[in-house]
């Protein structure tokens, strides 16, 4: 019996590219999870602490700024984007990269949720969202490929995940 399986469903998250970790399953879940774990532990995320709390507050007094109407989901989730950008490379990106990552990821999540709905049903079925979901997803990798190039050409020691993932990668 294997403990971490999820089934072929879960495949559907990845359109095809890669499989990121919540999508894997078995030993290779297993695997890459317990790399990745002392990035989770507490010493880890004490260290990131102060970047999460001032990116926090920061939404919080946007809002209070704010004379309009607010759609507070949307907000909560630009918040919630600021501290993980933050979680993955230590430095602040402009508040316009917030958003679009928050549009991106809504619309591949709708997309990947979808194709987790239809998996298994006749191909001649629509896929709803496959091609938004899909463009999404590439933009996503994209920016976060970006990312990951401008790390590699200037190195630096941060407590961020992308520090430990390229020290994994190693």
Known sequence: QDLYAKGGRNREMAFGGPLALPARDGED???VRQKMNPSFQ???L???HDL???DINEGIDRWTANTTRLDLQYEFKQIVMSVLIRLMFT???PRQDVADLVDNL???GSGMAW???QHGMPSWIPR???IKGGRAQAWLLRYLDARIAERQAQPRDTPDLLHHLLDLHE
């Open 106 to 108: 809504t619309e591949y």
């Open 115 to 117: 194709r987790m709905i």
């Open 46 to 48: 004490k260290a990131m």
């Open 52 to 54: 999460m709390v001032s």
């Open 91 to 93: 430095d602040r990106v």
């Open 29 to 31: 879940w297993q695997r």
């Open 42 to 44: 507490s010493s880890s």
């Open 128 to 130: 709803r969202y496959a």
